[in-house]
Every structure is written in C-alpha cells, then in structure tokens.
C-alpha cells in the first residue's frame, strides 16, 4: 500500500493574485501533490483551509501518514481544534513536511514550542542550498548542492529547538545563512521543516525541490501502528509492578485512580 | 549580584492534605527556596497559584533569572495568559526547572511540544538515581548515585523531544526506569526537568536532591541581556542588505510592510 | 536485493570454553546470522577474527552493506588495518551494529572517541529492557518491554558520546541502569550500540533479541551508493568559484595544491 | 584561581613564511595567549610542536584546563603518544578548542571518529558568521553577525559528528557556507571547534574573534576535579551490589577479575 500523503495549502494567494495564480494554476497543494504522484510508493491527496474542518477531519488524518503545510497569510484562521488535532497525529506517528513561511503556522509553533522566527526579505535573490549531511534520506539523488535562482530570504537566527540532523544549510546572495532543513521528532512523529517556496517564484516545479518533497514523504513515513498510548498516564498498581514490592509510606492517591492532569 | 530565583507552587496540598502539611510545614516552595538560599550566589522567593497572576506579573518575571515550577494536583487552574508570559520568558533566556508532577504542568507542555506523559505508582519504593553525565554542572559534588527510600515511581516512556543531554536515570525498585534529570535549550533559556520531588515524602529535605536543586539554578542561569527579539521576524529591506543585490522578480509584500503571522 | 549483513565473531570462548560451546554449538556468528536470515530482507554472512584478514578484506567490505560486530577477549588481536578499514566503510555508508562487550572492541572505540567504559557484574541477573523511543523502526514489534532472566549486568556511566537517539534502558536486578540501546551516524553510516549477549547464557536465541536485531539491520542499512568522497579535502580553484569572486590577499598554497593533512 | 589555558601552535609558517610572520611576529601562540590575558579570568601560556614532548608533558596537561590547537602544515609530526595524553584529558574534563586548520589535527580527528575532513579556496575572500544560537556563552558580545574580510573559504559538508549546539554558520563570497561553531562533549570534556584564522591573514587581531576564543575558554572549563575513573571498567561484585542478588548462571569471570579488553 502506497504511503497516503496529503498536501494542505491555504489557498489565499493563489485566488487573489494573479502572479501566484499564474504560477499555480491549480495551486500549490495540486503542484505538490502531483510531484509526489509521480512517486509509486506515494498516494498524494490534498485539502485547503476554506474546507470544512480545513479538510482534516478526525477521519481524515486517521487515515494520513504524511501531511504536507504549505501556508502563510492567514495562520490565524486555522482553529485551534484542527491544529491540536493534527499535533495529537504527529505524536503517534503522522509524519509532518513544514513548508516555507508555514514556519509560522500553528501546527509548527505548536510542536516546536518556540517562536519560529526568522529574518526575511522578498526581493528574488539566489539561493544556493548545500546538502551538508549527503546520504541522508532525504538528500537521495542531489547533487552536493543546488541553487534556487529567485527566492525569498530567510536569515538566521531561525528559533527552534536544536534538530535531530540538519540536512540543508542556504547562502543567499544578500549575505545571509539559513538552515533550510531540519528533522525532529516529537513521540513517534517525523518533522521535517524545508525553507524554499515562495508563492511569486517557481519552486514547487523545480526538479531538485521535487526530489526533496517525494523523499522526505518517504523519510517521514513511520509503517508502524499508530501509537494511541502516547496520550496516557496510565497508572501501575503496586500489585502489577514488575518486581515484588510492597506499598509503604503515605498516599495521596486511591488503588486504580487517574492521575491530576 | 545574586541569581535570582522564584519557586512557583501550585501550595493546594500543603493546604488540604495533613501529610503533606506535616512535611512540608510553609510549603514546598519555602522549603525549596530556604535549600537554595544557603548558596550565596542565589537569591530565592516563591510564588503560588492563588496570588494574583499566580505571582508570575510581567514585572515579575522580567526580574527573575530562574524560575522552579512545582505544580500537580490543579495545572488547568493556571491562567493560558501567565503561561504564555513564562514560555516567552524562557525564549528571552530566563531558567526554568521544572520539578516532578510539574512534567504535566501548562508551562513545560507548552515548550517541548509533547504530551510530557509517563507511567506512574504511589507506592513508596526505593528510587536509585544513576549520574550518567558526571561532572556536568548539576551533578556537581554527588557520588555515582543517590537513593530517595521512598518516592512514587515514573516511568518510561517519558513522551518528551530528545534531549541536548541526560543527567540522571532512575532505578525503582518494582522494575522501572525513568530519564530523571534531561536538559533542553529554547531559544536563549535553559531547561531542566528534575523527577523527584512527590509531596507525601520528605524528597525536598534530601540533601543530594537539595545539592541538584542548586547546581541546576547555576547552571539554568543565563548572565547575558534578555533577547527580546526573539519575538521578531523583522523584515530585511534590500537597500540594507549586507552584500548588494537587486530586486527582481514578483513581490507580493510593500516595502517595510510586517510579514504575516 | 536483499541487504547484505555480515556477522564477524571473535569466535575464541566457543572453541575455548565449554559452556559457550553448549550454547552456541556453532559460534555466535552462526546463531544471529541464522536469526537474520529468517528476514527475507537479509542476506547474512559470517566472518571470524582467525581468517585471513579477519575476514574482512576490502573487498568484502565493499560488498557489506551492515556490519554486526561481537568480541570480547582478545580485541587487541584485531590488526590496526582492519579496523580502519571499518571505519571508512562506515563513514561511506555502511552500517554497523556493536554487540555487548564489543563496547570495547577497536572499530566502535576509532568510531566514538572515548573510551566507551562502563561498570559490569557477571551474576545472571535479571536484565529489563525498556523501550523508551516506541515506533523507532529498531523497537518495531516489541511491547513497552522485555526481560531477559540471566544476563550480565553493565551499568552507567557508559562512556560514550550523547548519541542521536535512545532506544532502550535496562534495569538489573541489582540495583543498575544502562542505555542499551543508542544510535550514531558518523558520516553516512548508521551505528546502533545493543547491549545484551554475554556469551554465558543464551541471549542470541532470545526472541526478542532476535527482532531487535533484525530490526537494526534493516535501520542500519543505507541503500545510496557509497559516499567515497567523505575522504578528500578538495581544494576548490577560485576561477571555479561558484559566485564570481577575484583571488586577494597573500597565499601559501599554490593553485590546484593539495592541502595538508 | 584563574582559568589555566595553554596555546598550543605548530609554529612553523611563522619560521618559514615571509608572510605569516609579518602578520604575527611572535607567531599565532602569542597573539592567542595575549588576547586571552586580557581577560583575568584566564592565564594563557603557549607550547609548541618544537618543545620536548610538544611542550604538554603529563604534568603539564594535568594542570591545563583548557587547551586551544593550532596545527596546518605538519599534523604528522604530532607523536600519537601526546595525542592520547590529550583525549584522556579532555575524557577527564580538559576543555579543548580547535582552532581552523586543526580540523584535520591528530587529537581533533581522535575525538570525533570521523574525517574531519571540508572544501577550501584560499582566495582572500569575505566571511560573514552569523550567530545561530544568540545567547550562547560563547557569543557573548557579539552582534547577530560579525565579517572577516579576507579569509581562506572552508566549504560544507564537514565531515564531523552531529554537534551538541551549533552557534556560528559562515557565509562565503564565493558561495559556500560552513559550519563555523559546533560544542561537543566527550566524556567530561567541553570541545569547541571555531573555523576562522589563516595564517596569512590577521584574523586573531580581529577583535570579534578575539571575544570569541575568550568566552570559549570560559565556555569549556570544567571547575571540576579530574574524572580519572572514566578510563576504568569496574567490576561489581555480586556481594557489594546495590540490591541483594544471587549469583546465578555460568561465569567465565573469576570473583575480583579485571575485564577484558
């Protein structure tokens, strides 16, 4: 069974601008999601903001093992309920591919616990982005870099927690640095934040970018069942512990009672 | 001038619970603050839950260079806007060490991202802490290991982000063990979670317990100016840039215009 | 084409001391590769310390895609050449998998850079291995725990460099805990450290060890091509510079020199 | 006391090159040792390749604190006993910083376990190093970059362990980026690699570079007693373990034997 990834996007710029429209059609997630298709081991969905639940119902990311977000204009609109929902979903094992200015999106702030901020300017600049960790999974088939002729800068400090692995460092033209991917993992969810892809240049059709997504898809994906337990504190009787003990001293917890949360 | 210290408690059992009165006479907090307080280079006070803003005002926290947080048997009764107050705080590079129950508390669920969940049994055992680090700052002065006769067990899985380093493990005595003592950096604040400390047994009047307590004040302490602006995402205007580019390409940002967040 | 693992054995106590003998009638070697090749993922071979080259020729290296390493009584027999030669495969991308006393063995020493010591009591105590990363694809299939009933005991500190992820703490009956389960990537090569197997009890014919194990060959496995370039310090010309830069400033080397080494 | 550091410099450019002594005409040891000494924190001595022993003789190892390493043209020439005597220090608690070309330095190389190896262009070219990790104790005092206006290119990927914390990434005029800062800790020691210093620039007159190896040596102090026991292997005897056991199973080991090797 192909690994069942699915594409979130905004949707905001891509209905009112014209360059973004001109770029992406279709939109972003479409670009995307084809990119991925073109991946046999990959089944690429998407769902956008405007849906009801944003697309993500319960049911919905039940059944995803790797979610892509792409967004930037409104984070703001995404409630609450979805974001703690897809967090809850990482946590047992979604993987999640944090895209571009989706560094300030809720789902990432909230699993980061940091500001995710970083410096900024849109001014079409050249990127060059070096693999700094080859053989990584998620760098198959580069070279030991590749440039980005028009992008967006992101400089450093970018303020989130020190990663796994740092896969990809940036130079930008302007004078600035950038680590452009990133793992973590948070329960027994794979994060991977990637910087390229801004919505007035074309990088989601760019064949290095490309070969990115479909192998952080594959790097992200976790086969294992879900890990529901993560969500417990269960308690352990004193007559199931492992080794004999016996009860001593005070209490202040009743035999098969739940814990204060 | 003195580290300045603030030992929050929730102080709900001391109130209600004979027990724990009887061990902890003014509190877990005084006894915590007046443990710390024999070392010159700290200056410790408390806070509690039922002051208003549970303590924590802007003013006060801009003033505290290491906060101790032990919370349990009402962590919902904190306000989310005090929480928010202590995470960006901590992001600035103010301490935090986060004592015991206080693995479920608002503030350090807010900052690792992660459910912070573990296995757990009120049954007195014998709990072995084991220096896997030693000669890091907050095993300073402690033999290979030290024993509390009587705590309530954790166990792993500990649903935390891997650590920057481990301290401590646990041994307990009816077949577990426990990640005791990790530490984490977010953005310029230090991090650390310390496991011992239920409120029915003396663990605070514990002479290597007391000894961790004020290594981890040390260490957690960051000397340097707060980095307020670690809140920004300022943006880099292209006649500032460090090395002369020339805009090309599409905008969809003014000049000067703030990104989105 | 299924992933080609090689288990080297020291292979002395097997010939030298009839328990070993008993329990493992055809060495150590034989017993895991056995318990891999019922993973139709993996082709496992065996190599000893008494064949020429300690059965590890350039060649069969080169043709090893994860190596599981077992010793114990004479690592100092294992020749200087071979053990670098391990850990340049290893840099290019092969994996390796270090067993038990093989802490101490030359190629996980050259491969850590301390000196990777530990405590340890030979009494067959009970040995607890708790999962402490579920979902890691080394802990897939095993429950929250598992128990080996007669194992040496190692305990902390175990003197290695804070790895990129914990797998799995034991408890010992007698009052120890060690991190035995811990993952490195040094260059392009994936490195599990799994502490069980002393040669007196028969802890390779343990079902979980088995699946431990078999897991750790498939996480260790990297199926890019060797990263041969992971040896060279390429000097890059300035007229092949990949931003126009001029050559300023005095110089010791001339163009296209070799650096030193 | 003051913090005891000891520069250690190949001192051979500055005896050979035109050049380089002009720049530093009591060569690089002294120009290092001299900015240190403004701090009073520290004592800085130097030793040098020439000297008996390389000038770090048992005894004087065991009262330096922290060593800083400068090394380029003859790596070899360092006796492999003096660069054991250097890691079993810095296992016990020595700090070390390797400065530049000691990427490829003997002590270096036998610390990470990997290559250590990078691209490079001596072209006299810009370095800007942003600082990644604000806040750190080793960039206190900086601004959130700082330039080196010629300096010798080191390129990406560098062939080392993934650090502890990352504070500097390089950016170069001719396109490259590098990792320009990284902690580790190995054993009880505090290791700091900074990139900057070619000798045929003036980089250690660089008044921000000159902040960054005094607050390094701050950085990698150990107050602590030496760890000497992290080169031993205890065994535990079943009569002192912590837990009352029984001895069970077969042995191979003797009451009292020493481990294997």
Known sequence: MPIRAVVWNENIHEQTNDIVRSIYPTGIHNAIADALNTD??????????????HGLTEDRLRQTDVLLWWGHKD???????????????????????????GHFSKPFK????????????????????????????????????????????????????????TVFISWFAGGEVFRSGMTWRRGAGNIFYFRPGHETYPT????????????????AYNPQAAL???HDAPNVPVEQALEPIEERGEKLHQAGEAGYK
Chains 1, 2, 3, 4 share one sequence.
């Open 40 to 53: 046999d081991a990959i089944e690429a969905t998407t769902a956008t903001l405007e849906e009801p639940d």
């Open 75 to 101: 984070h703001g609109a995404v409630s609450d309920e979805v974001v703690e929902r897809v967090a809850r979903r990482v946590w047992e094992g979604m993987g999640l591919i944090v895209l571009h200015s």
């Open 110 to 165: 909230r699993l980061m616990g940091t500001p995710c901020a970083l410096k900024w300017r849109e001014a079409g600049e050249r990127e060059r982005l070096w693999v700094i960790n080859p053989r990584h999974e998620i760098a198959k088939g580069l070279d030991d870099h590749f440039v980005l002729e028009h992008e967006e800068m992101y400089g450093e400090q970018f303020s989130v927690p020190e990663p796994l692995e």
């Open 204 to 219: 989601y059709h760019d064949v290095n970018v490309q070969t990115v997504l479909r192998n952080a898809v594959n790097w």
């Open 228 to 230: 529901t337990a993560i």
